[in-house]
């Protein structure tokens, strides 16, 4: 296999693969947060980086068979800033500078991207404690690459498209190309029957179910057999009934290969 900066990977690997490192909420004490391994063409990203994002990715590596780690990341793909899909960045980045010596491409919408480091990471990231008078900048432990919508955005052998979801804060669900394969993930949102038609036209989707502003299962479950059929829940609560749901779960550290 042959790696190069800014996700140009080559290698003879060609299977799609998909690992879920958590499949939780933000409140859960079962699961960890919800976000994705994938892999595919000697190209690895993560699709958003919850603490503890190290160990979630050693279990998954340990449960999936796949080889799981941040020596071996090429990027992460943010799909919004709330802490159950992005705490992970700062543990990431530190170690990523401290430790594994490289630098992690963070791929987002301008929505998004612009509040990464002024709004989140800065305040303890930045600060240096010899000499203190220096600060660390976010290009000193990121490589960044906005994503607009309505377009495919190429990162290595990745095709990604992402649309604006109805979520307090600027977020978007993502379609990922690789191959003749695509996997699509409806990030947070209330329901959405026009999200759930672009999602649709993926191979297999994961979409999120929750209470409150998030979108109730009830509605899901309602929807056209063969929708339901392409669909995998996530982002669902602790008390959720996985045994009666007539949509399949996804389990934390399973391996998807499309
Ligand atoms: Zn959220």
């Known amino acids: 296999m042959i790696r190069r900066d800014l996700g140009e990977c080559v290698t003879s690997s060609t299977a799609f693969k998909i690992v ?3 499949v939780g909420d933000a409140f859960s004490e079962l699961y960890y947060s919800s976000g994705f391994w994938l892999e595919y063409d000697g190209c690895r990203v993560l699709v958003d980086c919850a603490h503890p994002i190290r160990k979630s990715m050693r279990e998954a590596s340990i449960q999936s068979g796949c080889d799981i780690n941040v020596s071996s990341l090429d990027a992460v793909i943010l799909t919004h800033l709330h802490a159950d899909h ?9 170690y990523a500078y401290y430790v594994a010596r490289k630098s992690v491409t963070l791929l987002a919408h301008e929505d998004v991207m612009r509040d990464i480091w002024p709004r989140h990471l800065e305040a303890v990231m930045a600060p240096v404690c010899d000499p203190p008078e220096e600060q660390r900048q976010f290009d000193d432990f990121f490589k960044s690459q906005v994503m607009a919508e309505d377009v495919k955005n190429s990162f290595g052998p990745f095709l990604i498209e992402c649309r604006r ?12 190309t690789a191959g003749e394969r695509v996997f699509g ?9 026009s999200l759930i038609d672009w999602l649709s036209q993926a191979d297999v989707f994961a979409h999120e179910t929750n209470g409150g502003s998030h979108t109730p299962y009830e509605k899901l479950a309602a929807l056209p057999e063969a929708v339901r059929a392409k ?25 998807i290969v499309l």
């Open 20 to 22: 879920p490192l958590g």
């Open 165 to 176: 979801t109805l979520h307090h804060v600027p977020t978007f669900a993502l379609r990922i």
């Open 185 to 193: 993930y409806s990030a947070d949102t209330s329901f959405d029957e």
């Open 231 to 255: 669909m995998r829940l996530i982002h669902y609560p602790d008390n959720f009934n996985k045994a009666e749901s007539v949509i399949t779960p996804l389990e934390q550290g399973e391996l």
């Open 86 to 94: 992005a705490s992970g960045l700062e543990g990431l980045g530190f």
